[in-house]
């Protein structure tokens, strides 16, 4: 097959660890003789130094150009220090996932047996936890209305969903749903929230289309607590923007390591395949970021975007080896002997 993939590496370890997805996606191109083709563009705090803008249009015609993308990370210390900054790099992210339309973001909870002793949690609570969080990419209070008022001393955010929205995101997620355990939950804060009373009326109202499948609905105040006491108990899950991504952060701890947390946003147009931690800046340059989340995040391009099965299998089993070898960075190895970055990518490249 022909690949063409628009790499946006952005800011702070985005680039080291998209080296090493991109010599781990080449060693795979090799094997399974594909022909790869990559256009890098900017975006972050990286192009508001260049152009001023975090997602330029000629960024945008890369990614719409291409037949996926693959993202590092988005985010500058400059900026988060200074609320007062007109152009910040997320919002490059953010526009990128509107004008892609990337209205699904999936986020697999991954458990790695080689690693249960490494999470906070207790093993027995964990070790069958497999559940896929599918957050709402391009609405709710991300996307509202936000301001100041003249004195600059109150604030607002809008939170706003319209009724397609909310049907397209759930409608996908019972497909998913039906695709793995038959369970969905759709987490909201509906005993407050007008726009969560939506989704819980389009969730009703999908309910009958899908009736192998099981619907639960619950509070995302609960849901955080259940995420922590029983993970187990998911199989899929389905919220808002802000509710997904702090959600999302949270499951990440099961694993052990939210560096190994792999993500596809799909929609409209091309998807982007990211890992979801941050630009993490106090790693940036040094050489000791996981590149595994963004390794997993190739494994899903692989799936998702080309259908190429054995491909993304090949890559998660290099990355299952190097987590029972104990060939892996500091955040995972701890005490143990850990390897930098381009070593553990070098690893995996070798290892396809
Ligand atoms: C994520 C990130 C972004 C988000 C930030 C960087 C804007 O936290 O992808 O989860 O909040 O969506
Ligand atoms: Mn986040």
Known sequence: MNLNIAVLA???????????AIKVVDAVCAKFNHEIHYTPGLTGAAAIDAVGNPYPDETHEICMAADAVLFGAIGHPRFDNDPSAKVRPEQGLLAMRKKLGLYANIRPTLVFPSLLHK????????????????????GGIYFGEKGRNEARDKAWDVCEY????????????????????????????????ETSR??????????????????????????AMRIIQWPEGFDVMVTE????????????????????????????????????????????GKNIANPL????????????????????AAIRKVVDQSLEEGYVTVDIAGTAPSYSTTQVGDWLASRI
């Open 241 to 284: 923007n802000m509710f997904g991504d702090i959600l999302t952060d949270e499951a990440s701890v099961i694993s052990g390591s939210m560096g190994l947390m792999p993500s596809a946003s799909i929609g409209l147009h091309t998807s982007v395949f990211e890992p979801i931690h941050g630009s993490y800046p106090q790693a940036a």
């Open 162 to 193: 319209t009724k397609e929205e909310v049907e397209r995101i759930i409608r996908l997620a019972y497909q998913y749903a039906m695709a793995r355990k038959k369970k969905l939950t759709i987490v909201d804060k509906a005993n407050v929230l």
């Open 198 to 223: 939506l989704w819980r009326e389009v969730g009703q109202s999908l309910e009958k289309e899908f009736p192998e499948v099981t619907t639960e609905y619950l509070f995302v105040d609960a849901a």
């Open 10 to 20: 952005g800011d702070g370890i985005g680039p080291e660890v998209i080296e090493q």
């Open 119 to 138: 999470s906070p949690l207790r093993t027995d609570l964990i070790e069958n936890a497999d559940f896929v969080c599918i957050r709402e990419l391009t």
């Open 293 to 312: 989340g963004t390794v997993l995040s190739a494994a899903m391009m692989f799936e998702y975007a080309f259908k190429l099965y054995d491909e993304a």
